[in-house]
């Protein structure tokens, strides 16, 4: 039997929001590797195997996926939200370059899901209708200067912004210092959403103003975004305000 590994994105946590391809590729798996909170959102059927893992061993798992579907297993490795923004997908690339020849060969789909930014910009109206990026706001994988720099750039370049992994116990002033350098170039009523868990029954969207924003509004299930000068947020009696950034942009000025 040829083995098959599929890099599964399971989106933001609402079960309506996983893709009915990510359905079938979990459905069709022998062997299930993940995060545990990731695989504890499953429904296994009789004879499927969860392998469960530490949020920071993504090598080691990807290279255990990777060794049991090269015995002839279908395996999956799921991600929250999408697998291949600041997830699995990445990893398991890095394992087949660094791996066996046999890794090369086998079977490999990567199944795309909704990632939190666009959960969460969806649940708020359209902040990210015009430019934008996503920076993650860990230092475990990249020199915390490298994320500074990036910041400013992205910030003077007029990106809407979206910050992944803002604050964590190990992490808790990281993003109080990313709003320090935002401020430094967004004007004070820029719009910031905080964004946590959507599309779960824990959900919380909190919009509120660059000057206001601070890191207690935060923890490591909240995908922040952080609007341009050019965003808007609009007042609805009685509604949650909508934030929204026009499609067009003004010409620079000569």
């Known amino acids: 039997m040829n083995g098959r590994l599929d890099v599964v994105g399971l989106g933001p946590g609402g079960p309506g929001q996983v893709t009915g391809e990510a359905q079938a590729a979990i459905a069709a798996a022998s062997d299930l590797f993940g995060y545990a909170p990731y695989l504890a959102r499953l ?3 009789p004879g499927q195997v969860a392998h ?3 949020n920071r061993e993504e090598l080691a798992r990807a290279r255990a996926a990777l060794a049991l579907a ?5 395996v999956a490795v799921v991600s929250g939200g999408d697998p291949g923004v600041f997830a699995m997908a990445a990893a398991v690339c890095e394992a087949i370059e660094a791996g066996p020849a046999a890794w090369r060969r086998l079977e490999l789909a990567v199944v795309p899901g909704v990632t939190a930014m666009l959960a969460v910009a969806a649940r708020c109206g359209a902040p990210l209708g015009h430019d934008f990026c996503a920076l993650s706001l860990s230092d475990n994988l990249k020199p915390w200067e490298t994320v500074e720099a990036r910041l400013r750039a992205a910030a003077a370049a ?6 992944y992994n803002p604050v964590s116990r190990a992490r808790p002033w990281q993003l109080g210092r990313a709003f320090e350098l935002l401020r430094e170039t967004l004007p004070p009523e820029t719009a910031v959403v905080f964004g946590r868990a959507a599309g779960r029954p824990d959900e919380r969207i909190v919009v509120a103003t660059l000057a206001e924003a601070g890191p207690a509004m935060a923890d490591m299930a909240t995908c922040v975004i952080v609007g ?11 509604l949650p305000p909508l934030v929204y950034t026009p499609r067009f942009a003004a010409s620079p000025a000569r």
């Open 52 to 54: 469960a893992s530490d």
């Open 228 to 238: 341009s000068a050019a965003t808007r947020t609009v007042g609805r009696e009685g």
């Open 70 to 74: 090269a015995g002839g297993r279908r």
């Open 158 to 163: 007029g990106f809407v912004i979206a910050l």
């Open 43 to 45: 429904a296994l059927a």
